[in-house]
């Protein structure tokens, strides 16, 4: 979009349980800039940002081209001097007991002595995500359990903000990281540069990449994704994952845990601890 000032028209749709790739490549086609997020139960949360004189039957038309049938959703104006940086850019700074991720739109940051995570969170899915916080407190929990940590998996990377943190915290360690979704990718990847780490990011469905192949089998996997997600790559976290080590899942709400922690225990998996941010649940894993 050539001018963030001002208003602009925003296009949330209706939340759904999993997301419509053929939905995704359109709106990452269609509008200036796409956010995803989640709700409170679970759901998926699209929306899509368009300069203030979009009309709305130009979404209509372009979806008839793309053969697209669009699902429920809502136009609306958003009013801002800086409509992306404060409204899709910004968010407040996540602090944890180890960490503080904040956005590129803050000058400075008082990290209070903790490790600071840098991220441009506009296109991935939400650094400041109640999963994220957990799982940040589950990497702290892994480093008291095994501070040598060499060999790190996340999947479903997002905006990289675990295998950025896996990367200072472990400086030694190897950091594989991989998402779905080939904005997420791009994202992860500057973020990394611009946190001075080296951490090796590509796109892959699950495990399937030849990059998460090739540096398995893994110390720790991060997993913050959705829990139908999460149950189906269960066995191949397990066939990943070294024997004595640590798994963090996430993306589930409370109602679902029982039902993913128990697919992971079938292979293998002990539940060790459940973290608790509102209705969002995490769990550290250890292979038995």
Request: aromatic share 8%; glycine share 6%.
């Amino acid at each position: 979009m050539s001018n963030n000032a001002g208003s602009c028209k925003i296009v949330k749709f209706c939340p759904v349980a999993e997301t419509d790739e053929k939905l995704q490549e359109f709106a990452d086609e269609f509008f200036d800039v796409v956010t995803l997020d989640y709700n409170d139960d679970g759901m998926i949360c699209l929306t899509g940002y368009l300069p203030a004189d979009a009309e709305e039957k130009s979404l209509d038309t372009a979806a008839q081209n793309a053969n697209i049938i669009l699902p429920e959703h809502q136009w609306d104006t958003l009013s801002s001097d800086d409509w992306l940086t404060e409204n899709v850019i910004k968010f407040a700074p996540v602090d944890t007991e180890d960490f503080v991720v904040y956005g590129i739109h803050e000058h400075q940051v008082d990290l209070h002595g903790k490790i600071g995570v840098k991220v441009y969170a506009a296109t991935a899915f939400g650094s400041e995500h109640q999963t994220t916080k957990s799982c940040l407190n589950a990497i702290s929990d892994i480093n008291r359990l095994n501070p040598d940590v060499k060999n790190v998996l996340d999947v479903g990377t997002g905006s990289g903000v675990l295998a950025i943190a896996a990367a200072k915290l472990w400086k030694n360690a190897k950091i594989t990281a991989v998402d779905i979704d080939k904005e997420s990718v791009i994202v992860a990847k500057q973020n990394a540069e611009d946190n001075n780490v080296s951490v090796a990011v590509d796109l892959s469905d699950g495990y399937s990449a030849d990059l998460v192949q090739n540096n398995a089998p893994y110390d720790v996997i991060f997993a913050n994704i959705l829990a139908r997600p999460l149950i189906a790559m269960a066995p191949d976290m397990a066939k990943n994952l070294v024997k004595g080590g640590y798994a963090v899942i996430s993306g589930f709400v409370e109602d679902q845990t029982d039902w993913v922690v128990g697919e992971h225990k079938k292979h293998g998996l002990e539940l060790k601890k459940i973290y608790y941010q509102d209705n969002w649940r995490a769990a550290l894993l250890e292979k038995k």
